[in-house]
């Protein structure tokens, strides 16, 4: 292995700078082709001849590529094999081949770059204005569509087609694709064991009741805190500085420093309750000549005692909730501080010369108008929840005995720890479309969305 030298780093540093640099020319190409073709009109037939023959090229050579991209990764490689589309689709990766070999580097990527240019200059000046209504809208989107498509769209459809195959670490250089694949791993999501003993739906379960406690705690909390910092009061700026620290500091980190607080021998948690044991047996044994008392503190010298918080399965669940919650409430907090804060005071006048109790203008003021921001909270807090991986993987690992784990911390031991692609990517999907048909339920449910079209 060799050392890091700087040599190394500063040709480490050119690649990524390079990288970058080619991104962002090829988006400033791709804004300029769309450009002219929304916003620029030819001045006469030969121009518009020159424009259109030009940008259809162009069309059809990112046609090409985007099919050639598909293709390598896998997505539409039987299709194209079986419509003898090969050599189409291959076309401009030969052609640059071919260029390449001819014109030395770094004139081979410049020169193309610099025609494509040329091109989009002669067709900008050889044309005139031409006002678009939703021309500004397709060159603003264009650069987030190119990047959800390449970090979100195509993952995604590889992800499929990754669930119609028996792909595991033994088939992992030569899978075999198919419909019966896809149905036999959906099949054992649902029958079998998802990780190594749990089933799919004893783990679903769980997964929903970590999801309703964390979520209901998150948004009782958040609303309290909430409440409580909306009033006038000294300090106000830094009781919300100290409550969002929880929030600022990174999830990974927090939950590191609860598992420690966990630990039977060491963790905070249990050096308390030791010594709140000492406590009400030393008080025990000053009170003998009081039974009552006396019988009170010896029976909490009994209950109250250290707790094996990672090795019983109910201590270790009440553990990653409490760690989960204690991440959760700040973000709830600060959604609805600014769902408060944007409520006009005119309304809780009006209330109060009306007579209404502080309940109910919490009831039929605040709640409702906080509706719109309560119903996005809540959805991303069900999501987050449902998928907070990190929470239950460095606090417990899912254990004792996977009677921790949820969806998504048995999906990661399937994927590595036993190595089961193609079943881990129907797994995955599972889990996409329960969040995908709840979302949809819950913002039909309560309306969520009806101020927004209304």
């Known amino acids: ?31 300029g082709y769309v450009y002219l073709l929304f916003f620029r ?44 589309l090969t050599p189409v ?29 040329v091109l ?12 678009s209504r939703l021309g500004l809208a397709y060159v603003l989107v264009l650069p987030a569509l190119v990047g959800v498509s390449f970090l979100i769209i195509i993952p995604f459809l590889f992800e499929v087609r990754l669930a119609f195959s028996n792909m595991a670490m033994y088939t992992a250089q030569n899978p075999q694709f198919g419909l019966r694949y896809g149905v036999e791993n959906f099949v054992k999501v649902f029958t079998g064991p998802v990780a190594k003993d749990a089933t799919f739906f004893e783990v ?98 009994q209950a109250v005692h250290p707790v094996p918080w990672r090795q ?31 409520i006009s005071q005119e309304y809780y006048e009006a209330a109060e010369i009306d ?6 203008q919490f009831w039929h003021i605040t709640l409702p108008l906080l509706r719109p921001v309560l119903v996005p909270a809540t959805i991303l807090g069900t999501v987050w929840t449902f998928n907070r991986f990190e929470v239950i993987y460095l606090v417990t690992q899912g254990g004792p005995q996977e009677k ?16 089961r692609y193609g079943f881990s990517a129907a797994f995955a999907l599972v889990i996409f479309f329960i969040l995908l048909l709840w979302s949809i339920f819950y913002l039909r449910i309560t309306k969520g969305l009806r101020g927004i079209y209304e």
């Not at 929030?247 to 060491?266: G, K, L």
Request: hydrophobic residues 60%; aromatic residues 12%; glycine residues 6%.
């Open 355 to 360: 007579g209404a109790s502080k309940w109910q």
């Open 312 to 342: 019983d399965p109910t201590w270790a669940f009440i553990s990653v909730v409490m760690t989960n919650v204690w991440l959760g409430i700040p973000f709830m907090m600060v959604v609805i501080l600014g769902g408060l804060q944007s």
């Open 89 to 117: 689709v291959t076309l401009p990766e030969r052609l640059w081949a071919e260029w390449a070999a001819l014109v030395p580097a770094p004139w081979h990527l410049m020169i193309p770059l610099a025609l494509v240019l």
């Open 41 to 84: 009109r030819p001045r006469g037939l030969p121009a518009a001849t020159f424009a259109r023959a030009v940008q259809g090229v162009i069309a059809a050579l990112l046609f090409l590529l985007i099919l050639r991209f598909l293709e390598r990764m896998g997505l539409i490689a039987d299709l194209v094999a079986a419509w003898g």
């Open 204 to 301: 679903f379960g769980r997964t929903v009741l970590w999801t309703v406690i964390n979520v209901s705690l998150h948004v009782t909390g958040g609303l309290i805190l909430a409440l409580l910092l909306n009033r006038s009061m000294r300090l106000r700026g830094l009781y919300r500085t100290i409550l969002i620290l929880p929030w600022a500091v990174p999830s990974t980190i927090t939950a590191m420093a609860w598992r420690n607080e966990f630990d039977f021998r060491y963790g905070f948690f249990n050096i308390i309750l030791r010594n709140a044991q000492q406590f009400f047996t030393d008080l025990a044994a000053q009170t003998q000549a009081l039974p009552l008392i006396n019988d009170l503190f010896s029976w909490l010298s």
């Open 120 to 131: 989009e200059a002669v067709i900008y000046f050889t044309g005139k204005p031409h006002p």
């Open 404 to 419: 921790t784990d949820i969806l998504v911390s048995s999906l990661y031991k399937a994927i590595f720890q036993f190595y």
């Open 1 to 31: 292995m060799g050392a890091l030298t700087p040599s190394l780093m500063i040709r480490s540093l050119s690649q990524v700078l390079g990288f970058v640099l080619a991104i962002a020319v090829v988006l400033a190409l791709l804004e």
